[in-house]
């Protein structure tokens, strides 16, 4: 099959660390003292977005300086929203902010930055974290964090085309989450999730949306998609990033990180605060692209209060799980020729509990189901529940579709692709798909889609297949990529079955042989010591 070119520096731009941030937070963590992490995390988090802003503010004024001579004025803030930079006011500068560092009013120095910042940025107004209205650490404690964290960049130009700051920011809130209790604590996507359904989607235009946005890692990561090939590679030089992005999140703390995550980038949004069941804000929305990482079997959705809902057309989800809310949710919000990737639980696929396997059969019958796969077992995440990604496209037809690609008649027909096998352990707890793996899958998806550059659409036994309505329909409507695409070829090693069968069963004897000997030795011990039964 071939390869899209791919813009990765590296062999494996997804991993869950660049070398320092668990590191960073580890020494940051046994600065907390008696602070709980749910408190602990704003001021840390607080700390890093005004460092953020500081690096690049400084790197744009030593920029400046230098060119004097030539009339640039270090001390106008045009000189920096020109070019996608905040704007920082003298007294939230770093130096003033150094100086007064083991000063017992550091806590206050520090808001007060952050408000001459969101003073004059009008991007930040509303989101820009301050410790007002909660407890802060002691002098000693905030100014050794502050002394800690000035000693990584994460604003200037190097830092951010390696998003240093999303990466840092992701392993702080995972750590945090795990120190909350993850049903408390709020994650970013995991990277290698993001990456796979903007790769196989490709937003480059239109309306895009996430009921669920978190911290706006899927937004951040379409645009990144949309910059990435800007010069050619893969749709011919014409994208620009000509998207609306639209985005919903229920909780305050996450819906403000995700408004930062935006404003530092200069992307724009509409991102809204507030339960997407209960109170959606885009009620009218049709998106053209839909990239969501719901959060896995939320038993306390409100599902009672819902049962009437018109986004239930394929069936009321149940109470107890909101899984198939979300996805009847983000079909709903398809556009006609809409795309969506979303990832849920395994459960997902196969579960019949409380009108789960209804609902799922009614969306298959509806022909909304486009493609399947099954993630490794321990994705890049905080959490260890068994993940698969959906895609639903509201036209398999092949008379269109919101891209730039051409698109192939599949009605009928979902492509299913196993993954569980790759990836790559990047620590003792997570998994990561590689840059070369997500190139694989979104590839298989794109020859499956009809697009000749993507090379042929094969089949390969253990990782992927096409299966028609009927086939599907004698799995029970099962969705698990395992159960269609079959065991991987195993290469023929050129030695005659009969020798082979010979050759196994002599080494069954041997090994049936040694298990005797060592139970004779167990019970020898077992008697020395008093205990033969």
């Known amino acids: ?116 910042i969101e003073r004059d940025n009008p991007a930040l107004t509303g989101v820009v974290p301050k410790n007002d209205d909660r407890p802060v650490l002691d002098r000693q404690h905030l100014g050794r964090l502050i002394d800690l964290i000035g000693t990584i960049r994460v604003g200037d130009e190097e830092a951010r085309a390696k998003d240093v700051l999303g990466r840092v920011d992701e392993e702080g809130r995972s750590q945090f989450a795990s120190a909350e209790g993850t049903q408390r604590g709020a994650l970013t996507t995991p990277r290698c999730v993001v990456k796979l359904p903007v790769e ?99 038993k306390d959705w409100g599902g009672e209060r819902l049962r009437d809902d018109k986004r239930w057309k394929y069936g009321v989800p149940p109470v107890g799980n909101a899984n198939f809310a979300w996805v009847q949710r983000i079909i709903h919000h398809l556009a006609p020729t809409g795309y969506a990737g979303f990832v849920l639980a395994n459960g997902s696929m196969s579960s019949n509990r409380s009108g789960e396997g209804e609902i799922r059969k009614h969306i298959i019958e509806a022909d909304l189901v486009d493609c399947m796969v099954a993630l490794p077992g321990r994705r890049c995440s905080a ?27 599949r009605r009928g027909h979902v492509r299913f692709i196993d993954a569980r096998t790759m990836g790559c352990m990047v620590d003792r707890t997570h998994c990561d798909l590689t840059d070369e793996d997500i190139t694989k899958i979104a590839d298989t998806s794109h020859a499956w889609r009809g697009e000749q550059e993507a090379g042929d659409d094969a089949d390969v036994p253990g990782f992927g297949t096409s299966a028609t309505r009927e086939a599907i329909r004698t799995h029970g409507d099962v969705l698990t990529p395992g159960r269609s695409v079959g065991a991987e070829a195993v290469e023929d090693d050129g030695e005659p079955f009969d020798e082979k069968m010979k050759r196994l069963v002599t080494q069954l004897r041997e090994q049936q042989a040694e298990a005797r000997r060592l139970d004779e030795a167990i019970w020898k011990n077992l008697r020395e010591l008093g205990y033969d039964a």
């Open 200 to 298: 196989r989607l490709d937003p480059y235009r239109g309306r895009v949306d996430d009921p669920c946005c978190g911290s706006a890692g899927m937004f951040v990561q379409s645009v990144e998609f949309i910059r990435a090939h800007a010069n050619g590679n893969g749709n011919g030089g014409k994208t620009g990033a000509d998207i609306s992005i639209y985005g919903q999140e229920s909780n305050y703390t996450t819906w403000r990180l995700a408004k930062m995550n935006l404003a530092i980038r200069g992307i724009d949004g509409q991102i809204a605060h507030g339960d997407t069941f209960h109170n959606d804000r885009f009620p009218d929305l049709k998106a053209d692209f839909i990239l969501a990482n719901p959060p896995f079997n939320v």
């Open 383 to 409: 959490t260890q529940i068994p993940a698969c990604l959906w895609f639903s496209a509201r036209d398999t037809s092949g008379r269109g579709g919101f891209g730039p690609h051409p698109s192939r008649n």
């Open 1 to 116: 099959m071939a390869k899209r070119k791919n813009n990765a520096s590296s062999p494996n731009t997804t991993g869950a660390t660049v070398g320092y941030e668990a590191e960073l937070w580890q020494m940051a963590n046994a600065l907390r003292g008696s602070m709980d992490a749910a408190e602990y995390k704003h001021v840390v988090l607080g700390l890093i977005f005004l460092k953020y802003i500081s690096d690049a503010f400084e790197e744009q004024h030593a920029r400046l300086e230098a060119e004097r001579a030539q009339g640039a004025d270090p001390e106008d803030p045009d000189e920096y929203r020109a070019v996608n930079v905040f704007w920082v006011p003298p007294e939230a500068r770093r130096a003033h902010r150094n100086a007064r560092v083991k000063q017992p009013t550091i806590g206050r120095l520090v808001d007060d930055a952050m408000a001459g």
